[in-house]
């Protein structure tokens, strides 16, 4: 029996993760590639999330609560499927609040609709009072004002 890729290419998905976060820490404004960043970090979740359940079957039927090993290897991950989807939200909250244009908004909004339809109604949650703390954080600190010594040019 042949081994069948998998229709994600996981490298090409971490290597695109990796050229927006480069474009956004040099133009932290690019909406555009926020949502793509968003999108990107949605499909490795749940790639993630399907090896994840996919290993929790395996331990659970070969040795409950045990780690599982397939052949010699044992199998762990850099990250978590519930982490990338944090982050996936977070971008795609930030987008929402801050974007003009109206197709960055819908995709956002659409990501968003995708995590609730698969669970993640609570991740949602989570992110969205997030991103309410920041926003509100944000709208303090201008309201108190900068200090003088950051204004000075």
Known sequence: MAVRESIFNLDGLKQAESG???R?????????????????LFIRALHQAGQESMLAAL???????EPVSVGRAKITFDTNSEELIQDS????????QLSMQSEECSAAEQLQALVRLSGGA?????AAEDA?????????????????EKLEC
């Open 20 to 22: 927006f976060r480069e």
């Open 24 to 40: 956004l820490a040099a133009q932290p404004d690019d909406m555009r590639t926020r949502v793509n960043l968003a999108w990107c």
């Open 59 to 65: 331990a659970a039927a070969e040795h409950p609560g």
């Open 89 to 96: 939200l977070r971008q795609a909250f930030t987008v929402r």
């Open 122 to 126: 609570e991740a949602v949650c989570t």
């Open 132 to 148: 309410v703390r920041i926003l509100a954080e944000i709208t303090w600190e201008v309201i108190q004002g900068a200090p003088e």
